[in-house]
C-alpha cells in the first residue's frame, strides 16, 4: 500500500538555547549599532535595545545588560582576551577618538553576524 501526501523532513542541527539567544543579542545589538557611524555611548545603546523589546513585547530579562555586554565583549576587535573571532573578523570595536564607553560596529563586518 502506497502512502500518499507523506512529508520528508531534513535534519536541521539544533542549537543550544544559549547560542540562539547569542545570536539573538548579537542581531539586535548589530541592528542598534548599524545606523551610528560613530557610535553610541553604552547606555545609549542598552536604552535603544529596552525600547526595541518593550515596543514588540519581548521579554526583559533580569541579566539583560549583563548579557548584551557579554556578547558586545566576545566579538570586539578591541578585546583579543575574550573575543571568539579574529581580529579582521570581529563586527564591533571601540572608537578611539571618542571619550567615554562608546561602542560601534563595522557595517561590513557585522552582515556576516546579522541575523534574518
Known amino acids: 500500500m502506497a502512502?500518499?501526501?507523506a512529508k520528508?523532513?531534513?535534519a536541521v542541527p539544533l542549537l543550544a538555547p544559549a547560542a540562539i539567544t547569542q545570536q539573538g543579542l548579537l542581531s539586535e545589538l548589530i541592528s542598534v549599532l548599524k545606523p551610528h557611524p560613530r557610535g553610541l555611548r553604552r547606555w545609549s545603546v542598552m536604552r535603544a535595545l529596552r525600547e526595541k523589546r518593550r515596543l514588540r513585547s519581548h521579554d526583559i530579562p533580569a541579566?539583560?545588560?549583563q548579557d548584551i555586554e557579554r556578547v558586545f565583549?566576545?566579538?570586539c576587535v578591541d578585546e583579543p582576551a575574550l573575543r571568539v573571532c579574529g581580529p579582521d573578523e570581529a563586527?564591533?570595536?571601540r572608537p578611539r577618538e571618542t571619550a567615554g564607553e562608546v561602542w560601534a560596529v563595522h557595517?561590513?563586518?557585522a552582515e556576516a553576524f546579522?541575523?534574518?
Open 8 to 10: 520528508h523532513h531534513r
Open 73 to 75: 565583549r566576545r566579538y
Open 91 to 93: 563586527p564591533f570595536y
Open 3 to 5: 502512502i500518499t501526501g
Open 107 to 109: 557595517p561590513a563586518r
Open 114 to 116: 546579522a541575523g534574518p
Open 63 to 65: 541579566k539583560f545588560e
